[in-house]
Structures are given as structure tokens and as C-alpha cells.
């Protein structure tokens, strides 16, 4: 990643108002015109000339290839009507043996012509090897090439993105999609070339021996043609259901797999493996009825093959008895017309690659033509801002959708240095708040001012630099505790992040664990407890040390013993620092220096605790509700 990592906790996995990842079983990609793999391409044309633009820095090595490939076909296409004057050599000598003739069979004529073949052999096989590297060497560098572009356009895609398409459905493009354009071109180029090169060649060659049984020859075209295309037709519509349904099987896998701690929970076992066999049972269907067409074509392709030998055969003997033909030209037209008949069939394998790769390619040059978060006139640098941390909502207005607004006027003003809670119920827009702070999205309406300059004026990543937050779902990678808690700050020393660690009460469970700050995490984070996972998202947040902290629920998984030591270490950390704390326990928050009241995305109260109290109004009736359900629950 170019950009500096975002001091946050958390891969974002919710969607507007808090909403949670698609329910267990439902199919992926459902929920948008996402094309999956091996469908038709919507624009065959305009897709292949980006895919060619895309593959002009390896012009010249494809070139190289099909250069190749040619002289590879042509020296093996060479060798057949070379191999025919050793049998047409043999034949002469033992006509003039039987005849009593004097000589019989030149040995040394028929030893150079086999020099001769191995030479064209060797030359064949070096063209091929060398075609085979250098194509191996281009698909893998457009492979390399493709990743780290989409790689590169993840890191500028809106958030809203991502709650817009699962991410399934990302990994599929990335992966899949990348393989197939890649394995596809790799086998289209060599395989074109190739198919091109022997169908005029090998025509070439059997014109010069007979244009009689060429003629022949090319009257089984039509039936193995159309053959090839009954069966694409057929069947390329169970390879598109094969594709969908395996992308719908990995998904639902992925999916239980992630899930399989609450699946066990509620006893879903039986229900996850019902929907999976559903859509088994799918992928097996359309999966067998497109190997079985397929593999009709070889067998009747060889039944018309056989039937146009017999002929070929029988028009040959009759050739040969006259003397237009000899038993060597007859030998090296069987051998051209089997090789003639196998670039038809290579065609139509052609034409479903081709296919395949025009698809996976479009759904690429799909996703990298997706909006990217722009910046528009970036005014300030934070290197040239003194930053204090004075923050003002104007009249802030955004909608996640147009018909469903979610902050509907909201203002506020906030000095450096001040504890700011946000409290209300859920779906008031607390969290939106803070996303919108950090440009997140884009208000539809108003302004939000750092220091009186307008955030906007800043670019999102500098103004990133001076955020640090903690969410309360938490986010940890594979790696080592040393370098989870320094990825709020990677080029801090080992003894600043154990002092972060320290602040966050993090170190004394640190050192009890096996190999202590070099654990390694594994991908899931589960050799952890979920509030040790929290308290290393804060330690991140203090290492960081940034002049705003934003704080959404960061306590919510620790025990209340912890949760007061790390409220401790917090208010030590946020003097001289604005910090904003969302909270749903309000006992939490009664020491900040402003309370604001959110409900329905506005603020209907702002002030101390005290002061909110003594109003007796909203927030009083939050707050008093907490200790009603407590003292409902003692007396049940």
C-alpha cells in the first residue's frame, strides 16, 4: 500500500445504520449486476482492445512468441512429407529386389533423410521451448501486473464500496478472474498461432501431393465444423452454470467456515449442510451435463476423422495404381490429414476460451473503472498545519441513500482538547458522525471545520495522519503482537510500542502468553480472547499518537476491572487531545466535558452530565434506563 495505513482497529464488515454482513446460506452475489466467471461478455469488441492495450508492453515478446510457435509448427509440419520419401526410398528398393533388378535399398540415402528429420525435430522441440518460456514468462507478469493494479485501486475505492458488493465477490475478481484471463491468454496466443500456422501449412503441403484428396479432405470440414458448434452451443450454457454455482459453492464455504462458531451455537449444522448440498447438487448437474457434451465431441470427431480416412484410403490405392500417387505421398497424407483435422477442433476450444477470458477480463475492467475517492483542491498539507484539534459540524447533512437521510442538520462545535461523548440509541448516527469526520463519505450537505479549515480542503489520507480510532469490532492480521500494535505507527521503536502497550494495560497478558510480543496471530485472531483483542486495537491507537482519537465502543468487550483501569490510562493519554467516545454505557462517559445527544440524526441535548441530568430530559431518560433494567432483572 502507497498510502500511510489508517490508524483504525477495524476492516469495516457493516453496512448503513450498523447492519451486518449477508445471513448465513444466502447465496453470494446476489445483491447487484455482478457478471460471474464464465459468462458471455456484454461487450466482446470493446473488452479484448483493453485487454490488447493492456498487453502492449509485451508486444515484442509476443511477437517473440508467435514467431516461435510458427517455426515450431512449420519445421514439424515439414517432417511428415520428409518422412515419406524414406518410405517412397523403402518401396523402390524392394520393388527392384523382387523385380531381380541389380542394386536394392539405398541405406545411406534413407540415413541422411533421418539426420535431416532429427535436425527438424530438435530445431521444432527448441522453437517450442523457447515459445512456451517466453509465454509462461508473459502471463505471469500480467498476472503480477493485473494484481497489483486492483490491489492499488482497493486502497482508493470509496467505503461505500465495499458496502455495496461482499466480499466475496472482490476476492473472486482479484483471484479467479485474474487466473482465468491469464491461463486463457496464455493458451489463446500459442494456440492461435499454432492452429493458423498448421491449417495453411498443412493445406500448402497436401496440395502438393494430391489435389484430389484434398479436396476430399476438405469436404469433412463442414460436418466437423458443424458438429463443433452444435455442441459449444449446448453445452456453453452448463459451463456458465458450472462457473456460477462454484462461485455460489465457495462462497456459502467461506461464508460457514468464517461462521462456524455461531453456526455450532444455534445448531445449524443441519441447515448450513442442507444449503450446501442445494447448491452441490447444482454445480454437480451442470457440471455433468457440460463434460458430457464435451465429451461427445472426440468420438464423433474421430467416427467423421475415420470415415474420410477410408476414403482417402481408397481414393489414394486408386491414385497409386494409376501412378499419379506414390506409396510415400499416400504415408505422409494420412499423417497431414490427422493433423488437419485437430486445429478445427482446437478452434472451438479457442472460441470458449476466448469467451472466458473476454468475461473474466470485463469483470476486471469493471472493477478497475469503479469510482475512486477523489480529493478535489487539496488547499492544506498537515505537515505545513499546526494542528490544535478544534473541530465544528455545520449543518451537517448525509444521506447513505437518497430517500433514507441519516444526519438530517447537525451542528456542533468542539474546542482542542475536549472529551466528547456521543450517546443515544442505536441508528441515531453516532457512528456515521465519526465517519464522516474522517471523510469516510462525502456530506451531501454543510461543512465540518479542523482548526476553521474545511476538511475537505485537506487530502483524506494526510488527514487520516491526525486520527487515531478504535471500533468496536476489532481488526487484528496475521502477524506478531510487536507488529499488530505497530501498525498504528510502523516506524515506531519496540520500546515505544511496550509503552503503548503498558498505557493499554496490555503488557502484563502480553508477557504471560508463549513467546510474549513475538506470538504470531493467527488469520481469525482466535488464539486470543475478544477483550484482549480490544485492548491491542487501543494499544495501536496510543502508539499512533495522534491529536484526535475517536473511540467507538472501545471498551465494550473488556470486564469492568479492566474497562476502569483502561479508562485510567485513557484519561492520561487524551490530555491535550480531542477525542470523541461513542458509548452505549453511559456510566462510562460522565467525566467528558460535552456530552452530545443524538436521536434521528440531530442533536436534541448537549452538555455536561450534570447539566444533562439536571435538565431531566433525554439523555436523563437513557442514563435512569440503565439502572431500571438492573434493578428490574434484581427484583425478577
Given at each position: 500500500m502507497n498510502e500511510k495505513p489508517m490508524n483504525s482497529s477495524t476492516r469495516s464488515q457493516t453496512g448503513p445504520?450498523?447492519?451486518?454482513?449477508?445471513?448465513?446460506?444466502?447465496?453470494?452475489?446476489?445483491?447487484?449486476?455482478?457478471?460471474?466467471?464464465?459468462?458471455?461478455?456484454?461487450?466482446?469488441k470493446r473488452t479484448i482492445k483493453r485487454l490488447l492495450k493492456f498487453l502492449s508492453p509485451f508486444k515484442w515478446r509476443i511477437l517473440l512468441v508467435a514467431f516461435c510457435s510458427a517455426a515450431a509448427t512449420v519445421f514439424a509440419i515439414v517432417s511428415p512429407r520428409i518422412f515419406g520419401e524414406i518410405t517412397n526410398e523403402l518401396a523402390k528398393g524392394v520393388m527392384i529386389m523382387t523385380s531381380g533388378g541389380s542394386g536394392g535399398i539405398d541405406f545411406e540415402?534413407?540415413?541422411?533423410?533421418?539426420?535431416?528429420?532429427?535436425?527438424?525435430?530438435?530445431?521444432?522441440?527448441?522453437?517450442?521451448?523457447?515459445?512456451?518460456?517466453?509465454?509462461?514468462?508473459?502471463?505471469?507478469?500480467?498476472?503480477?501486473?493485473?494484481?497489483?493494479?486492483?490491489?492499488?485501486?482497493?486502497?482508493?475505492?470509496?467505503?461505500?464500496?465495499?458496502?455495496?458488493?461482499?466480499?466475496?465477490?472482490?476476492?473472486?475478481?482479484?483471484?479467479?478472474?485474474?487466473?482465468?484471463?491469464t491461463m486463457s491468454l496464455n493458451n489463446a496466443i500459442s494456440?492461435?498461432?499454432?492452429?493458423?500456422?498448421?491449417?495453411?501449412g498443412v493445406l500448402i503441403m497436401m496440395l502438393t501431393i494430391s489435389w484430389q484428396l484434398t479436396l476430399i479432405a476438405l469436404c469433412m470440414i463442414p460436418f466437423s465444423v458443424g458438429f463443433t458448434m452444435?455442441?459449444?452451443?449446448?453445452?456453453?450454457?452448463?459451463?456458465?452454470?458450472?462457473?456460477?454455482?462454484?462461485?455460489?459453492?465457495?462462497?456459502?464455504?467461506?461464508?460457514?467456515?468464517?461462521?462456524?462458531?455461531?453456526?455450532k451455537a444455534?445448531?445449524?449444522?443441519?441447515?448450513?449442510?442442507e444449503a450446501f448440498d442445494v447448491e452441490n447438487d447444482r454445480l454437480y448437474n451442470s457440471g455433468w451435463?457440460?463434460?458430457?457434451?464435451?465429451?461427445?465431441?472426440?468420438?464423433?470427431?474421430?467416427?467423421?476423422?475415420?470415415?474420410?480416412?477410408?476414403?482417402?484410403?481408397?481414393?489414394?490405392?486408386?491414385?497409386?495404381?494409376?501412378?499419379?500417387?506414390?506409396?510415400?505421398?499416400?504415408?505422409?497424407?494420412?499423417?497431414?490429414?490427422?493433423?488437419?483435422?485437430?486445429?478445427?477442433?482446437?478452434?472451438?476450444?479457442?472460441?470458449?476460451?476466448?469467451?472466458?477470458?473476454?468475461?473474466?477480463?470485463?469483470?476486471?475492467?469493471?472493477?478497475?473503472?469503479?469510482?475512486?475517492?477523489?480529493?478535489?483542491?487539496?488547499?492544506?498539507?498537515m505537515s505545513e498545519t499546526d494542528v490544535r484539534g478544534d473541530v465544528r459540524f455545520e449543518h451537517v447533512k448525509f444521506s447513505y441513500y437518497e430517500d433514507q437521510p441519516v444526519i438530517k442538520d447537525f451542528s456542533a462545535t468542539v474546542s482542542a482538547g475536549q472529551k466528547i461523548a456521543i450517546v443515544g440509541p442505536t441508528g441515531a448516527g453516532k457512528t456515521t458522525m465519526v465517519k464522516l469526520l474522517m471523510r469516510f463519505h462525502d456530506l451531501q450537505d454543510g461543512a465540518i471545520y479542523l482548526d476553521e479549515r474545511n476538511i475537505a480542503d485537506y487530502a483524506r489520507a494526510d488527514l487520516r495522519t491526525q486520527f487515531g480510532m478504535v471500533l468496536q469490532d476489532t481488526w487484528l492480521y496475521n502477524g506478531t503482537i510487536m507488529e499488530?500494535?505497530?501498525?498504528?505507527?510502523?516506524?515506531?521503536?519496540?520500546?515505544?510500542?511496550?509503552?503503548?502497550?503498558?498505557?493499554?494495560?496490555?503488557?502484563?497478558?502480553?508477557?504471560?502468553?508463549?513467546?510474549?510480543?513475538?506470538?504470531?496471530?493467527?488469520?481469525?485472531?482466535?488464539?486470543?480472547?475478544?477483550?484482549?483483542?480490544?485492548?491491542?486495537?487501543?494499544?495501536?491507537?496510543?502508539?499512533?499518537?495522534?491529536?484526535?482519537?475517536?473511540?467507538?465502543?472501545?471498551?465494550?468487550?473488556?470486564?469492568?476491572?479492566?474497562e476502569i483501569l483502561i479508562q485510567r490510562a485513557m484519561d492520561n493519554l487524551l490530555k491535550g487531545r480531542t477525542s470523541f467516545i461513542i458509548a452505549h454505557r453511559l456510566s462510562t462517559i460522565r467525566n467528558a466535558d460535552l456530552i452530545l445527544c443524538m436521536k434521528d440524526g440531530d442533536i436534541v441535548e448537549q452538555g455536561t452530565h450534570d447539566v444533562l441530568m439536571a435538565q431531566n430530559g433525554f439523555y436523563a431518560q437513557l442514563y435512569n434506563s440503565q439502572f431500571e433494567k438492573v434493578s428490574q432483572l434484581t427484583e425478577g
Open positions: 445504520g450498523g447492519s451486518r454482513r449477508r445471513p448465513m446460506g444466502r447465496p453470494p452475489g446476489r445483491g447487484g449486476p455482478i457478471m460471474m466467471g464464465g459468462e458471455k461478455p456484454k461487450d466482446f540415402y534413407i540415413g541422411m533423410i533421418m539426420l535431416i528429420l532429427l535436425g527438424l525435430y530438435v530445431i521444432s522441440m527448441l522453437f517450442s521451448y523457447l515459445q512456451g518460456f517466453t509465454m509462461a514468462n508473459i502471463s505471469t507478469n500480467i498476472e503480477y501486473n493485473l494484481r497489483n493494479t486492483m490491489m492499488a485501486k482497493i486502497n482508493k475505492l470509496p467505503i461505500s464500496f465495499f458496502q455495496t458488493m461482499t466480499h466475496g465477490e472482490v476476492l473472486s475478481r482479484i483471484t479467479n478472474d485474474v487466473d482465468t484471463v494456440q492461435s498461432i499454432q492452429t493458423i500456422t498448421t491449417l495453411i452444435l455442441v459449444v452451443r449446448f453445452s456453453q450454457k452448463h459451463f456458465k452454470n458450472q462457473q456460477k454455482y462454484l462461485g455460489t459453492v465457495n462462497g456459502h464455504v467461506e461464508e460457514v467456515y468464517g461462521g462456524h462458531v455461531v453456526i444455534f445448531n445449524g449444522e443441519e441447515r448450513a449442510l451435463r457440460a463434460q458430457f457434451l464435451t465429451g461427445l465431441m472426440m468420438p464423433i470427431m474421430s467416427l467423421i476423422g475415420n470415415l474420410g480416412y477410408v476414403v482417402i484410403c481408397i481414393m489414394g490405392a486408386y491414385l497409386t495404381s494409376i501412378g499419379s500417387m506414390t506409396i510415400g505421398g499416400i504415408q505422409a497424407f494420412i499423417q497431414y490429414i490427422r493433423a488437419f483435422t485437430q486445429p478445427i477442433t482446437q478452434i472451438a476450444n479457442l472460441s470458449t476460451q476466448m469467451q472466458s477470458m473476454a468475461a473474466a477480463a470485463e469483470r476486471i475492467f469493471e472493477f478497475l473503472a469503479f469510482d475512486e475517492e477523489t480529493d478535489g483542491d487539496v488547499k492544506y498539507k499488530n500494535i505497530r501498525y498504528g505507527n510502523l516506524s515506531a521503536s519496540d520500546e515505544e510500542v511496550i509503552a503503548a502497550a503498558k498505557a493499554a494495560q496490555v503488557d502484563h497478558f502480553v508477557r504471560t502468553l508463549p513467546g510474549s510480543y513475538q506470538m504470531v496471530l493467527n488469520e481469525e485472531s482466535t488464539n486470543v480472547s475478544q477483550g484482549q483483542k480490544q485492548l491491542l486495537t487501543i494499544a495501536r491507537a496510543i502508539l499512533a499518537n495522534t491529536k484526535i482519537l475517536i473511540l467507538d465502543e472501545a471498551t465494550s468487550s473488556v470486564d469492568t476491572r479492566t
